[in-house]
Nanobody
Framework: QVQLVESGGGLVQAGGSLNLSCAAS????????MGWFRQAPGEERESVAA????????SYATSVSGRFTISRDNAKNTLYLQMNSLKPKDTGVYYC?????????????????WGQGTQVTVSS
C-alpha cells in the first residue's frame, strides 16, 4: 500500500495562490494514478484534478480549469496542486488520493488510498 501526507494548506485572500504537496511513501508511487479532492463543510467530497501514472494526462473539474494545475514528480514521490486566482468557494479540506487502476477517475470510490487532508481557507 502507499501512505500519503498532504501539506501546503493555509489561509489566503481571494485572488491569491497556494501550492499543495502530497508526499507518498510505501509502494512505487509511479504505479498509481493520482487525484486531488476537496470537501467543504456539509458537502460531499468532490474531484478537483487527476493525473496519470507518468503525468502525461491530466483532467480538471470545470470549476478549477484554467486556475489549478496538477503535476507530479515520480523521482521525488510527490504530487502537487498549484492553485491560482483562488476564490472563497475553493475553501475546504483538500485530499490527495491514489488509484491503483491507473484511471483518471473523478469518483472517490475509485481511489484506494487517501491522505489525512490539508485545510485551505480563502477569505473574501
Amino acid at each position: 500500500q502507499v501512505q500519503l501526507v498532504e501539506s501546503g494548506g493555509g489561509l489566503v485572500q481571494a485572488g491569491g495562490s497556494l501550492n499543495l504537496s502530497c508526499a507518498a511513501s510505501g509502494r512505487t508511487f509511479s504505479a498509481y494514478a493520482m487525484g486531488w479532492f476537496r470537501q467543504a463543510p456539509g458537502e460531499e467530497r468532490e474531484s478537483v484534478a487527476a493525473i496519470s501514472r507518468r503525468g502525461a494526462t491530466t483532467s480538471y473539474a470545470t470549476s478549477v480549469s484554467g486556475r489549478f494545475t496538477i503535476s507530479r514528480d515520480n523521482a521525488k514521490n510527490t504530487l502537487y496542486l498549484q492553485m491560482n486566482s483562488l476564490k472563497p468557494k475553493d475553501t475546504g479540506v483538500y485530499y490527495c488520493a491514489a488509484n491503483r487502476r491507473g484511471t483518471l477517475s473523478s469518483r472517490p470510490g475509485q481511489y484506494d488510498y487517501w491522505g489525512q487532508g490539508t485545510q485551505v481557507t480563502v477569505s473574501s
